[in-house]
């Protein structure tokens, strides 16, 4: 195996875990949605508790995927950036930073405030507030980088 053929198989192997990742980051917040609403028909009515299970999936996979995503698509970024302008780089950068922040504000702190006073009405209006945020941007960067080309 030559040096491109391996400098090749480590870029697709990055390309493969950016592109699980953004599957993971995009997917599992309409899960979250889906969850409530079951969880909601059931008859389970303890808010707090379905906040903790949501902190959970958030804690062990919606914060993983962001970091995956966002490590192997600066790396990836590193490969072209010489090819666009400053500001499709630092537009890229900064909107991926705003999903980690709407994650962390939109949603963890939004989970942690669900007590034995506040109604799954109130953990509901939350998580679709988070995901009109979350699914926009995440459409906005896929947009970006699939039309790049156009953008230059």
Not at 18 to 33: E, R
Not at 98 to 112: A, D, P, Q, W
Request: contains cysteine; glycine residues 8%.
């Amino acid at each position: 195996m030559g040096d491109c053929e391996e400098t090749e198989l480590i870029r697709d192997s990055v390309v493969f875990v950016h592109l699980i990742s953004a599957m993971v980051l995009f997917g599992l917040p309409l899960a979250f949605g889906r969850f409530l609403g079951v969880t909601m028909r059931l008859g389970d009515r303890d808010a707090a508790a379905t906040a903790g299970t949501l902190r959970i999936l958030t804690h062990r996979y919606l914060y993983l995927s962001w970091a995956a995503n966002l490590l192997t698509g600066l790396y990836l970024l590193s490969l072209v950036a010489s090819s666009y302008g400053a500001m499709w780089r630092h537009g890229i950068v900064t909107a991926s930073f705003l999903v980690g922040i709407n994650i962390y504000f939109g949603l963890e702190r939004g989970l942690s405030k669900t007590g034995p006073v506040h109604s799954f009405e109130s953990l509901r209006k939350r998580i679709v507030v988070f995901s009109i945020i979350h699914h926009s941007l995440i459409t906005a960067l896929t947009a970006v980088m699939v039309f790049r080309n156009w953008l230059r």
